[in-house]
T-cell receptor, first 117, second 116 residues
Framework: DTGVSQDPRHKITKRGQNVTFRCDPI?????LYWYRQTLGQGPEFLTY????????KSRLLSDRFSAERPKGSFSTLEIQRTEQGDSAMYLC???????????????FGQGTRLTVV | DQQVKQNSPSLSVQEGRISILNCDYT??????FLWYKKYPAEGPTFLIS?????DKNEDGRFTVFLNKSAKHLSLHIVPSQPGDSAVYFC???????????????FGKGTHLIIQP
């Protein structure tokens, strides 16, 4: 399978605990994105990386959230001191930056569903 | 404030007929638009895109139309099939210098139901 892979698919945690999610992008894609989706809403952009550099963070990404992409390959999203409001589907996507005016669509993984109890 | 709006939460269409899903945007910096399809418990799947230099893009049964002056785009599916039943998201991005899409801004989605 050469798509975007996310692990775990589901995570139930107690309020106040830390959680970490992993995303493996499509191998030739140099851009990696994290989104969050809650019920009845579209995905909301959190942050993205070009290779290992984190280029943009949404104001939704509070200081309890941190994302890394060491060596420009897989990425992790950590949430510290989870709150019930963090319950959502966390989606990872990847795309390939091209030179000139070319753009490529973002391909999404199946997501990690987080439930904070 | 919603920069990408899908005002119809749901749409029911008879199999074989045309499905038209609408999307409006407010940010003039958007110049790359995409449609994604999502089944329950899965991530969104890319369907079709359009750049602001075009007003139409077609791929098989799917056609996207862009009206820049009205800041409106639509997705036409013809003929509609039962497997098209899903939530459809409209998304937009500004295109930065050097190419590549930045983070996408999504609408809330339209649940399309194809009736047999």
């Amino acid at each position: 399978d050469t798509g975007v892979s996310q692990d775990p698919r589901h995570k139930i945690t107690k309020r106040g605990q830390n959680v970490t999610f992993r995303c493996d992008p499509i191998s030739e894609h140099n851009r990696l994105y994290w989104y969050r989706q809650t019920l009845g809403q579209g995905p909301e952009f959190l942050t993205y990386f070009q290779n290992e550099a984190q280029l943009e963070k949404s104001r939704l990404l509070s200081d309890r959230f941190s994302a890394e992409r060491p060596k420009g390959s897989f990425s992790t999203l950590e949430i510290q001191r989870t709150e019930q409001g963090d319950s959502a589907m966390y989606l990872c996507a990847s795309s390939r930056r091209t030179g000139g005016a070319g753009v490529t669509e973002a391909f999404f993984g199946q997501g990690t569903r987080l439930t904070v109890v | 404030d919603q920069q990408v709006k899908q005002n119809s939460p749901s749409l029911s269409v008879q199999e074989g007929r045309i499905s038209i899903l609408n999307c409006d945007y407010t940010n003039s910096m958007f110049d790359y638009f995409l449609w994604y399809k999502k089944y329950p418990a899965e991530g969104p799947t890319f369907l079709i895109s359009i750049s602001s230099i075009k007003d139409k893009n077609e791929d098989g049964r799917f056609t996207v139309f862009l009206n820049k002056s009205a800041k409106h785009l639509s997705l036409h599916i013809v003929p509609s099939q039962p497997g098209d039943s899903a939530v459809y998201f409209c998304a937009a991005s500004p295109r930065r210098k050097g190419g590549g899409a930045d983070g996408l801004t999504f609408g809330k989605g339209t649940h399309l139901i194809i009736q047999p």
